[in-house]
């Protein structure tokens, strides 16, 4: 499924992004030097736990950064051309028609007061310049589409359950034909069945539309099933990134491995999540060096003191002093 | 198919709702005839008390006799008396001797509809649209001129509105009338009189409307400021929407439901009117009959008032159920 070719310039490409909240004499660095590429019809997954900046990271590639939110740092380019990412009104023709977002079940995120065939074909209409008729018709194959049979589109959205509603918000996503789809934890809310239907219809739908997924998540188990390729993240860095088979397989950094031994494992008895012992850091005053440090079991002196280097280490990258990068000239095969 | 569910859900809903305005209605009805028989003094004697000469005690008991006032409370009294104001027969005044209570009261609604009904709409037109604009972009600098000056007026009794008005516009600068409905040198001549009218109308309206804005401004930005942080805003935005689109196409209309609550309601008290603003201009309504009629202790003309007014927040509160149906899905 990896389309791990450096044969053209990748869909998207994040280059040392780094997002502060807040006013500018006290600012929360919520993402700091984010770096990453994501190719057509690639699946990655963002893992890290709650704070980390998942959500932040995926906002600015979708440019719907919250008012208070100020690019500090860094590019997004997407098919080669710079996304101006922190300008709002210069954003909107990108959304939707090429990043369209799948936000989380529990949200409300579908309008209360409207039914769900008309949410789906409004994008049609403001976006393609559709008429109300073909944007309706596009709205119920889109519906089909996703499992939803046509006549339930005169629903209102609190009519439907909860695996129905994220549906529809699939649906939705893919109404302006996006390249890029971000699931901010789309099924979160949802019960163990239907949030395995949810996926499997990502899946679905992702190797028929030739969608790049980039997929928001806690819980490590979505992953291997989803993505082609795992992106960890702590404390607004990307710590590794790799295939899902070497993650899972051989994972490098500290806090990897506390996060794969802590995936509940029925098998053994194991259900509930072991949390990773230690506070998550204070973003105002993130800890010097690693920002891992306090919390890691492997931790020397270099830590406290240096921000380890997100460096290239086999098919993948990570960013550990126990893993000093290869040097540049040995490197063969790309990021 | 869900639209046949949901019409039969609607009819069944309106016809409780119809059920229960109808019922809280002879309560409403009940409770006013009780009111009124606990108030200390025989009615009879009241009802003779304009005569100013002695009376007599064949002369009292030939008045309860003829209002019926000998007869046991409950049920004749009270059934004699739901039957007679469901026909219209709200009874006699006391001060306007031997005035039917109805044709009174019919009198003097058109003033009192035209002073709150106007008032709403220039509340309703200016208020709302500069409430949800203020929530909309909150923090701005209308939202702060908005906020402030439309909570001094929420707060302000309207019969001290009233007074400034009269004092600003009437009695220093001269520009508007300040009493009555009419200039006692008015013309009979159609266009003229009606200028006239309008021309008293303004004060009045102007002090009714000013505290309504101030509260439409208030619960409408608040609604507004709530919805702005609503997830579906963040799906609208997300689809790569305009503001305008966003503000247009998913507040406005999430924004104004408890704000069309609020206004169907508050067009319960439009035949009640503003009694103290009717009181401060002497404006020739339901407000100001109102006070006469307490005044004169007028116990019918009360009573047929509350009444009135107890029907029209009953049919208020009908139509605020019907208009919540038809906006809001959810409770269909
Ligand atoms: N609009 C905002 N204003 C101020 N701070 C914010 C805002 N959004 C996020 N933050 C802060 O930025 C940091 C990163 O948040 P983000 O939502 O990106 O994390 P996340 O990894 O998605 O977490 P979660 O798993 O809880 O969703 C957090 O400390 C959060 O409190
Ligand atoms: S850099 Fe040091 S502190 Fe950070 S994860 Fe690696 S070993 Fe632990
Ligand atoms: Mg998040």
């Known amino acids: ?335 | 198919m869900a639209g046949q569910a949901s019409r039969n859900f609607m009819s069944r809903r309106l016809g409780l709702a119809l059920i229960r305005a109808i019922v809280t209605l002879l309560i409403v009805a009940t409770l006013n005839f009780i009111l009124f028989r606990v108030i200390p003094g025989d009615p009879a004697n009241m009802l003779l008390a304009g005569a100013r000469s002695s009376v007599t005690a064949e002369q009292i008991e030939a008045q309860r006799q003829n209002w019926g006032l000998d007869r046991p409370l409950f049920p004749d009294q009270v059934v004699d008396y739901l039957w007679a104001s469901l026909h219209g027969d709200l009874g006699y005044s006391f001060k306007f001797r031997g005035r039917q209570v109805a044709d009174l009261i019919f009198e003097r609604l058109p003033a009192t509809i035209a002073l709150v009904g106007l008032a709403q709409i220039i509340a309703i037109l200016g208020g709302v649209m500069l409430g949800l604009y203020a929530g909309w972009r909150r923090g701005g600098a209308i939202d702060n001129i908005a906020t402030v000056s439309s909570l001094a007026l929420y707060s302000t009794p309207a019969f001290w509105l009233a007074m400034l008005l009269i004092v600003t516009f009437s009695t220093v600068s001269g520009w508007l009338p300040g009493y009555g409905a009419y200039s006692p040198s008015a013309s009979i001549a159609s266009v003229d009189r009606l200028l006239d009218y309008l021309k008293h109308l303004a004060l009045p309206v102007a002090a009714v409307a000013l505290g309504l804005i101030g509260q439409y401004v208030v619960v409408a930005r608040a609604a507004m400021s709530e919805v702005v942080t609503e997830d579906y805003m963040v799906t609208a935005r997300a689809k790569g929407l305009t503001h305008r689109q966003m503000l247009m196409h998913h507040a406005c209309r999430n924004a104004m439901l408890p704000v069309v609550t609020l206004i169907t309601l508050n067009l319960g008290y439009v035949v009640a009117g503003a009694i103290t603003v009717e009181a401060v201009f002497a404006w020739p309504g339901i407000g100001g009959l109102t006070v006469e009629a307490l005044n004169a202790r007028d116990y019918p003309v009360l009573q047929g008032i509350f009444l009135l007014l107890g029907a029209s927040i009953v049919a208020a509160n009908l139509l605020a159920d019907l208009a919540y149906g038809i906006l809001d899905p959810r409770v269909r």
């Not at chain 1, 739908?205 to 980039?214: D, E, K, V």
């Not at chain 1, 008895?269 to 440090?293: E, Q």
């Not at chain 1, 890691?296 to 290239?312: A, N, Q």
Request: net charge neutral; with cysteine; aromatic share 4%.
């Open chain 1, 1 to 335: 499924m990896t389309n791990s070719f450096p044969d053209k310039e990748p869909l998207l490409r994040v280059d040392g992004l780094s997002v502060d909240y807040g006013l500018k004499g006290d600012p929360l660095r919520a993402i700091d030097g984010v770096s990453f590429e994501l190719r057509t019809g690639e699946a990655v997954a963002l893992v890290g736990e709650s704070g980390s900046g998942k959500t932040t990271t995926a906002m600015a590639i979708a440019g719907l950064l919250s008012p208070n939110a100020r690019v500090s740092g860094g590019q997004v380019h997407y098919r080669g051309q710079r996304l101006p990412i922190d300008d709002d009104a210069a954003m909107r023709p990108h959304r939707w028609s090429e990043t369209s977002v799948v936000f989380q079940g529990a949200m409300n995120a579908l309008n209360p007061v409207h039914r769900i065939t008309k949410q789906i074909a409004e994008p049609c209409i403001l976006k393609l310049g559709m008429t109300r008729g073909e944007a309706t018709a596009r709205a119920i194959e889109l519906l089909e589409l996703v499992g939803i049979p046509a006549d339930r589109g005169v629903a209102y959205p609190h009519e439907l359950s909860g695996g129905m509603r994220q549906r529809v918000m699939i649906a939705m996503a893919l109404a302006c034909r996006p390249s890029i789809i971000v699931g901010d934890e789309p099924t979160t809310a949802l019960d163990v069945i239907t949030q395995a239907q949810i996926l499997k219809l990502l899946r679905d739908l992702r190797s028929q539309l030739n969608l790049a997924l980039i997929l928001i998540t806690h819980d490590l188990s979505v992953v291997a099933e989803s993505c082609d390729r795992v992106m960890i993240m702590y404390s607004g860095r990307v710590v590794e990134d790799g295939t899902v088979a070497e993650i899972f397989a051989e994972p490098k950094h500290p806090y990897t491995k506390l996060l794969i031994a802590s995936i509940p494992n029925p098998a053994n008895g194991k259900k509930m999540i072991r949390p990773i012992p230690g506070d998550p850091p204070n973003l105002v005053n993130r800890p010097s060096g690693c920002a891992f440090h306090p919390r890691c079991p492997s931790t020397m002196s270099v830590c406290t003191t240096e921000v380890p280097r997100l460096g290239r280490f086999g098919h993948g990258r990570v960013a550990c002093h126990l893993h000093p990068p290869l040097q540049e000239n040995m490197v063969t095969v790309h990021a």
